[in-house]
């Protein structure tokens, strides 16, 4: 006697492990947020011989003065590199390079702010940027030096901060 | 205001007027203060020629144009508004037409072509009446033509002139902007209503350097330029004068055509720098005045010359500023003339900026608006932002900067500056762009400085700190934000104000896009602006190594003293890779100076400072005016049944030589025929080789020579004698036969026959017949000497004689070649380089050469190939060698080195066995007579043809022998005549330094000197290195010792290396030469005569001599063949016993050394 129906079952309990998934660890993308974080700070050592130990007045458009302690400034910040690095006259550094994975890194943490639930604002204060060339071609040689400084610091903040991240 | 009445226009056919330049006759007391005699304007007006009675002075032009001076007024405008009426007197009446007359002058004649002006006829008469009219005053004064003037009050003028107007033009000229475009606005303003139709203006203006008093009014005939004017609306014309030249003076005036009616403006004079735009303006107004009823229209002028008073003092002469009008009065027509002035207002100053003195004291400084031809002042305003105008801060300075200090520094003010014109009225400009005092929290000074690497710069710092200003002591100096500088290289110039030196300076290194470094003034607290200072510290002393100027020919100026340009232009050679820059110059004959700096591509740097002044070198590289010497020997070879042809030149400073031949190889195709050019250094150029092929293959067109058959052969030569005279010395004599030919040169070739040794020539002059060759001979030994007389058709056949002592070579005649019907052009391969042995030398090789004719042109060597222009020795009768007279300049590299020496000439270069046909041969000796007498003379010159071109031109032989031998000549022709002497005593013969003595000929010269004592003196044995002819010496100049020391020269060479004891006698004359001598008619007995020869004489050529005289013996017996002197000298000798004969002493001294040798013997 022949019986149609067991080939068919079979078929079907083949299908079976293609439905399967698990979801991708915290720790994963914190590890990989780190290692990116990293990998970009090391790039702006390469180039930035110096460390930058003055205070610099008239560049308050640039962040990185103050601590970053949300996934969401975290992003809003990086956000504002990315304006700012294009602009930036130098071409000894790989601002294209750097524009990358700071693209990169925000996603990470958008996918880490995912896991948490966190939601992302649209950045005001990037509305309120206008027109950077502008501001950054008054006195380029310390935009681009205080830019690359502040930015190593935001990423020293970042790394500091994802050790403690719980939430958003 | 200047109102002159004028006088006149009429139309009537003529062709005769009369320029009147009226002067003025003012004296103080009829005008105002402001009207001096010293004010030198005129004015020119065309009148008609039927008025010209009634001026004082006239002069009549062949163009029929007169001119004449009369009165000129001189009016200074006032610095207001001013008007210079001159209406016409009430005594005076309207000139009949009849005796107005104008037409189109053949004189005047537009360059444009746009119009063919007619002038308008002014109808003078003899007075007239000109008023100074201003706001404040009113001075009227009529002349008559006596110069008596008139006062006339302020009503009589106002109530005359209105009502008479027929035209009233507004006119408003001024200077454009960019200061190109004269622009004069014409607007109509009044017109009777009888003038219908279209009205077309032109203005005609001429240009002039000279201020109005040097200016002639024959400037104005014919070389004024006309524009027309073109209609901008109703009534509204704009003329425009383009490519202006500011400081010349325009005399301007207006052709109005109405209809038929051509009125014509006054002159006005004007320069365009005055009335620049920002430097007021030209108004005038032409108002006409008339009956109208003949005219049908009339008009009146009225001119406002828009310079105010300072201008006249500031840039004009009295004229230039002026408005020229003259009044010449009928009533008919009145020229008003007014000005109103229109106040000066400039533009406002340019670019405020801070900058800092050396006290740390702030000032704000402008440039003057574009430009400003006239001093300015300027007012500084310091005012509040938009909010805060309370209060403004007002100061009038006279420079163009301003001190600040630095109290306002940080406070949020504005400066604004204007100007003004510094001397008169004027308005002031508009305020400048506002500048902010606080528009940067930080200031350096200055912001930027570029300096070079080992310098030392200093930097001044202002930090203000929202709203506070940091105090000097705690500014603390940064680089880069990286290094702090230390403090002792601070100096606190005040309290606000600290200064940074920073010493030996390394070169900056770019940092990605960033070429300076950055210099920061921070606060001690670590705290900075985010501004900085930028120091460029660059690697500089940059030079011009050289500087290539292509400069093609400078014929003439070449030795003058060429004068620096003062003219400095400034070339901007924008392509970065580029190193040179190519300059075009008017003047090549001047010497430039080149400077180069540079900045960077994006033009935001500074410019460098100059670079050290290099200097054109002005060079003379015209082509060698001849081709190189040359000859040519052809060698059969007969197993090939060819012919080769050498062409041999002599080495010369030349660079490269180019060969051309011209040739009829008959049936044989010479296809694989090329023309080279020669490089002498052995560095060919391809280029230059390809262009002289391609320059031959065009101008390869077949030459028509003569068709004729004849075959005799041209026998010319009749004999050829060669003397040894010593081992250096060998001459060669020749006779030609009876015929009548145009021998263009000799060419005297000879060899040694016994030694392998290479032929030697030499070209000769064609009229003379006995030649010294230089040259070391062996006298054992045989030599071949060949003599090719040279035509202009060709070469002759040769004369050849094998050693030394022969009357008559054997004469060698070559098959005479059959005249060729075709010519092809050849090129030859001339090969070597100088430094090899045959350089100077190339062969051809052909089998069925007929007819070779070749020239050569050279280049020298101071040039590359190709660097100069060639010059091309063409055979001389030959058109259509001639016709490729080239001229290939292709690189110029070496234009400033010096070519050392000229060129020598080349000779033509003929086929030996060219057919000479139809010459007559006619009597003969009397020419061959008169050619030897020119002998000398012609050598000579021909010797200074030869060095034409060289620096060196004046050698002994133009100094001393050239002058003699023209006097042996002269001599000798009175010889034959009256059997006068007449000869030219040298003495010392001072070189010049220039001249190098000829050492080479002078080695190998010899010669013997016969005479009671050896006369011979080193200097003048010097002056007979060419000469071969007699001189006649006259150590000393008493009568009674004249036939004593009266002696024949012969040359020897022993004579000339000992020093004589009469040295003295020749140089103390101190002249090198002497005036004519008379040798007088006195006899000199035979004895006398046998003292030159006597044993006693130091003759130390004695060997070869008597072979000498001997040959000269055997030349006496043969009669017919007799040298013409030696028959001469014979004959005197003989028969006039009285006279000695002036002639060639060679064969004077050979009839007595004849007579003594054989009385020896």
Avoid at chain 2, 61 to 87: E, K, N
Avoid at chain 2, 338 to 355: D, I, M, S
Avoid at chain 2, 911 to 923: C, F, G, Q, R
Avoid at chain 2, 1027 to 1055: C, M, R, W, Y
């Amino acid at each position: 006697m022949r019986c149609p129906s067991l080939p068919l079952c079979g078929l079907l309990w083949f299908w079976l492990p293609l439905f399967y998934s698990r979801p991708v660890k915290i720790d994963k993308v914190k590890a990989d947020t780190k290692n990116l974080t990293r990998t970009i700070i090391a790039r702006i050592q390469e180039h930035q011989l110096f460390p930058l130990n003055l205070k610099i007045n008239g560049l308050d458009f640039i962040p990185g003065e103050r601590p970053l302690e949300s996934l969401d400034s975290m992003d809003e910040t990086l956000q504002i590199f990315q304006r700012i690095l294009p602009s930036l006259p130098m071409e000894n550094v790989p601002v294209a390079q750097i524009f990358n994975d700071i693209e990169n890194l925000r996603s990470l943490i958008q996918t880490l702010g995912s896991h948490l639930g966190c939601t992302f604002h649209k950045s005001s204060t990037l509305d309120a940027l206008g027109n950077l060339t502008e501001l950054l071609t008054t006195s380029p040689y310390t935009a681009a030096v205080v830019a690359l400084d502040r930015l190593q610091k935001c990423l020293h903040s970042i790394i500091k901060h994802l050790d403690h991240i719980q939430r958003c | 205001m200047l109102l002159v009445s004028v006088e006149y226009w009429s139309r009537r056919e003529s062709a005769q007027r009369s320029i009147y330049r009226v002067f003025t006759g003012h004296d103080k007391s009829t005008s105002a203060g402001s009207i001096g005699p010293e004010n030198g304007s005129c004015s020119v007006f065309i009148v008609p020629s039927s008025v010209t009675h009634c001026l004082h002075y006239f002069f009549v032009f062949p163009d029929f144009i007169r001119m004449a001076v009369a009165h000129c007024m001189v009016h200074q405008i006032p610095a207001s508004s001013f008007m210079l009426p001159c209406p016409s007197p009430n005594e005076t009446s309207v000139i009949p037409l009849t005796t107005g007359v104008v037409a189109s002058s053949p004189g005047l004649h537009g360059e444009h072509g746009t119009a063919e002006t007619n002038s308008l006829v002014l109808v003078a008469e003899e007075s007239f009446l000109c008023c100074l009219w201003s706001e404040t005053h009113a001075n009227c004064s009529s002349y008559t033509a006596g110069m008596e003037t008139k006062k006339f009050t302020f009503s009589e003028i106002s109530s005359l002139t209105p009502q008479q107007t027929d035209l009233s033009w507004n006119i408003l000229c001024w200077t454009k902007g960019d200061l190109e475009l004269f622009v004069c606005i014409l607007k109509l303003s009044n017109k009777k209503s009888y003038l219908n139709g279209e009205v077309k203006i032109n203005l005609s203006y001429v240009l002039s350097e000279l201020s109005l008093e040097d200016m002639s009014t024959d400037s104005l005939k014919g070389n004024f330029m006309v524009t027309p004017c073109d209609c901008n609306g109703s009534d509204k014309y704009e003329c425009h004068i383009s490519s202006l030249k500011l400081n010349y003076t325009y005399i301007t005036w207006l052709n109005i055509i109405n209809g038929v009616t051509l009125l014509q403006s006054p002159l006005m004079s004007v320069r365009p720098i005055n009335i620049a735009a920002g430097a007021g303006k030209l108004e005038a107004v032409v108002v006409g005045r008339g009956s109208g009823k003949q005219l049908g229209a009339a008009g009146t002028a009225s001119v406002f010359a828009a310079a105010s008073r300072h201008r006249a003092k500031a840039a004009a002469p009295p004229c230039s500023s002026q408005l020229f009008c003259c009044c010449l009065s009928t009533g008919a027509n009145t020229w008003e003339l007014q000005r109103r002035a229109t106040e000066v207002k400039p533009e406002p100053p340019l670019n405020l900026r801070l900058e800092m003195t050396d006290e740390g004291q702030l000032k704000i400084c402008w440039f003057n608006p574009v430009i400003t031809p006239y001093p300015l002042q300027y007012e500084v305003k310091f005012s509040g932002n938009a909010t805060q105008n309370a209060w403004q801060v007002v100061e009038i300075v006279t420079e163009t900067s301003l001190i600040i200090g630095n109290v306002l520094v940080g406070s949020s003010y504005l400066v604004q500056v204007r100007c003004k014109s510094l001397h008169g009225p004027g308005f002031w400009s508009d305020w400048s762009t506002p500048y902010n005092l606080n528009a940067e929290d930080v200031m350096y000074f200055p912001p930027k400085i570029l300096t070079s690497v080992g310098s030392n710069v200093s930097f001044h710092c202002l930090y203000n700190d929202k709203n506070k200003m940091i105090l000097s002591k705690k500014i603390v100096w940064w680089l880069n934000l990286a290094e702090e500088i230390p403090v002792r290289q601070y100096t606190l110039v005040n309290d606000r104000v600290s200064r940074v030196t920073l010493f030996n300076l390394n070169a900056t290194k770019p940092r990605g896009k960033f070429f300076y470094n950055a210099l920061y003034c921070c606060n001690q607290n670590r705290e900075c602006h985010h501004r900085y200072a930028e120091l460029y510290v660059v690697v500089s002393a940059f030079a011009v190594s050289q500087i290539h100027l292509h400069i093609l020919d400078c014929p003439s100026r070449i030795g003058e003293l060429t004068s620096l340009p003062t003219i400095e232009q400034i070339f901007e050679v924008s392509n970065a890779p580029t190193r040179s820059a190519m300059i075009k110059v008017l003047d090549l004959c001047v010497v430039y100076i080149v400077q180069v700096r540079c900045s960077g591509l994006d033009g935001l740097g500074y410019w460098s400072d100059w670079s050290k002044p290099a200097y054109t070198i002005v060079q003379d590289i015209q082509a060698p005016l001849r081709g190189p010497e040359f000859w040519r020997v052809i060698n059969e070879d007969p197993i090939r049944k060819q012919k080769n042809v050498t062409l041999v030149w002599k080495l010369g400073s030349w660079a490269a030589l180019a060969a051309r031949c011209v040739s009829c190889g008959g049936p044989r195709e010479l296809d694989s025929l090329a023309a080279y050019l020669v490089d002498c250094r052995g560095t060919g150029d391809p280029r230059k080789l390809s262009s002289l092929i391609d320059m031959l293959q065009l101008s390869e067109n077949p030459l028509q020579m003569s068709s004729g058959k004849t075959r005799e052969p041209v026998n010319i030569v009749q004999s050829l004698s060669a003397y040894p005279v010593n081992s250096s010395c060998v001459i060669l004599t020749w006779t030609l036969s009876p015929q009548m030919y145009v021998i263009t040169s000799f060419f005297l070739e000879w060899k040694n026959l016994n030694e392998e040794e290479q032929m030697k020539w030499i070209r000769v002059a064609p009229n003379i017949s006995k030649y010294y060759i230089y040259d070391h001979f062996i006298l054992i030994e045989k030599y071949q000497f060949s003599l090719y007389p040279i035509f202009p058709e060709g070469v002759g056949n040769p004369k050849t004689t094998d050693g030394f002592i022969k009357v008559c070579g054997p004469s060698v005649s070559k098959p005479v070649l059959e005249h060729p019907h075709c010519i092809v052009n050849l090129g030859l391969t001339v090969s070597g380089p100088r430094s090899h042995s045959h350089a100077n030398a190339f062969t051809l090789h052909y089998a069925d050469l007929l007819t070779l004719i070749c020239s050569m042109s050279c280049i020298h060597t101071a040039k590359k190939i190709g660097l100069g222009l060639e010059s091309e020795q063409d055979l001389g009768s030959d058109p259509l060698l001639q016709q490729r007279a080239r001229t290939q300049p292709e690189t110029f590299e070496h234009l400033f080195i010096k070519h050392p020496e000229a060129i020598s000439f080349g000779p033509l270069l003929l086929e030996p066995e060219i057919v000479l046909e139809d010459i007559n041969v006619a009597k003969a000796l009397k020419s061959e007579d008169k050619q030897d007498l020119l002998a000398v003379d012609s050598m000579f010159t021909k010797i200074q043809d030869s060095e034409h071109d060289s620096a060196c031109s004046s050698s002994h032989f133009s100094n001393c022998l050239s002058e003699s031998s023209h006097d042996d000549k002269v001599s000798e022709g009175i010889t034959r005549q009256s059997n006068i002497k007449y000869a030219t005593i040298i003495s010392n013969c001072k070189s010049s330094g220039l001249c190098e003595q000829q050492k080479n000929l002078s080695g190998s010269f010899n010669g013997c000197f016969l005479g009671e004592d050896s006369l011979v003196t080193d200097p003048f044995s010097r002056s007979w290195e060419v000469g071969n002819q007699a001189f006649l010496i006259l150590p000393d100049q008493h009568p009674s010792q004249a036939s004593k020391t009266i002696s024949l020269s012969v040359v020897s060479s022993e004579g000339f290396s000992e020093p004589s004891d009469h040295d003295d006698i020749f140089s103390d004359g101190g002249s090198p030469e002497r005036s004519l001598y008379y040798l007088g008619l006195t006899s000199i007995k035979k004895n006398e005569n046998e003292i030159f020869l006597t044993e006693n004489s130091r003759v130390m050529c004695h060997l070869h001599t008597n072979g000498l005289f001997k040959d000269m013996g055997f030349l006496q017996g043969t009669t017919s063949d007799l040298n013409p002197f030696i028959k001469n000298s014979l004959k005197y000798e003989n028969s006039v016993k009285t006279f000695v004969p002036y002639m060639p002493q060679f064969q004077a001294t050979t009839v007595k050394l004849q007579e003594t040798t054989e009385t020896k013997t």
